[in-house]
């Protein structure tokens, strides 16, 4: 489903060009749960925003269902995000303005999705927050926020959960119901996840394990 072919990522700093991403190459198919661990700085979240055409490599190719990702238009990569990937950051990212309702119904209005109010409610008792819906994010405690940022990233039904340190911003159990709720919708929906984090604990209930050193992939196994 996934397939990153010979991935490289430059960045120039002063005079000097760094490499974030020094010839990486993954295939991960449809329904699998990735891990990708490394140190800070080892090119976890780089590779995360690459797949999901946030940005764009220095050379390679990386194609989702036979289409392919570095060749697309800033508007055909808008429409790959809207159908196929969602993705939740460490910082939640959601409008302050908005209540969690709102936040999570937006996706679905931008594309003119049917029933999407009775789907924002539908997700939002999916992530335990059903009395919570006409709250504003600084009116939620952050795990309540994370919460909200999941089922925002479920709103268009994506095959893709992509997720950057999603427990990173949270104590010890509010960051286990995160990755629990996380590893429940993808069993229940057959998503795709892959998750970047720094918890060798999370890490290592994955399917799968990626472990990045200084850009490139170090180790690659299947966890049993």
């Given at each position: 489903?996934?397939?990153?072919?010979?991935?490289?990522?430059?960045?120039?700093?002063?005079?000097?060009?760094?490499?974030?991403?020094?010839?990486?190459?993954?295939?991960?198919?449809?329904?699998?749960?990735?891990?990708?661990?490394?140190?800070?700085?080892?090119?976890?979240?780089?590779?995360l925003g690459l797949i999901a055409g946030l940005d764009a490599p220095s050379s390679g190719r990386i194609t989702i269902d036979d289409?392919?990702?570095?060749?697309?238009?800033?508007?055909?990569?808008?429409?790959?995000?809207?159908?196929?990937?969602?993705?939740?950051?460490?910082?939640?990212?959601?409008?302050?303005?908005?209540?969690?309702?709102?936040?999570?119904?937006?996706?679905?209005?931008?594309?003119?999705?049917?029933?999407?109010?009775?789907?924002?409610?539908?997700?939002?008792?999916?992530?335990?927050?059903?009395?919570?819906?006409?709250?504003?994010?600084?009116?939620?405690?952050?795990?309540?926020?994370?919460?909200?940022?999941?089922?925002?990233?479920?709103?268009?039904?994506?095959?893709?959960?992509?997720?950057?340190?999603?427990?990173?911003?949270?104590?010890?159990?509010?960051?286990?119901?995160?990755?629990?709720?996380?590893?429940?919708?993808?069993?229940?929906?057959?998503?795709?996840?892959?998750?970047?984090?720094?918890?060798?604990?999370?890490?290592?209930?994955?399917?799968?394990?990626?472990?990045?050193?200084?850009?490139?992939?170090?180790?690659?196994?299947?966890?049993?």
């Amino acid at each position: 489903m996934i397939t990153l072919s010979n991935l490289t990522k430059t960045v120039t700093s002063g005079v000097e060009e760094l490499t974030i991403l020094n010839d990486v190459s993954l295939a991960i198919p449809e329904g699998q749960f990735v891990s990708l661990t490394g140190a800070s700085g080892s090119g976890k979240s780089t590779l995360l925003g690459l797949i999901a055409g946030l940005d764009a490599p220095s050379s390679g190719r990386i194609t989702i269902d036979d289409d392919e990702v570095t060749a697309m238009t800033e508007d055909g990569l808008a429409k790959l995000r809207s159908e196929k990937i969602g993705f939740v950051f460490q910082s939640f990212h959601l409008i302050p303005s908005l209540t969690a309702f709102e936040n999570i119904l937006i996706p679905m209005e931008i594309i003119g999705a049917a029933n999407a109010k009775s789907r924002a409610v539908q997700l939002l008792d999916e992530v335990g927050l059903s009395e919570r819906g006409h709250h504003y994010p600084n009116e939620l405690s952050g795990g309540e926020q994370q919460r909200v940022a999941i089922a925002r990233a479920f709103a268009n039904q994506p095959k893709i959960l992509l997720a950057d340190e999603p427990t990173g911003n949270l104590d010890s159990k509010n960051g286990q119901h995160i990755f629990d709720l996380m590893e429940d919708l993808h069993r229940q929906r057959n998503i795709t996840l892959v998750l970047v984090t720094h918890d060798p604990a999370l890490a290592g209930k994955a399917q799968r394990q990626v472990v990045l050193r200084d850009g490139m992939v170090i180790s690659d196994e299947v966890n049993q």
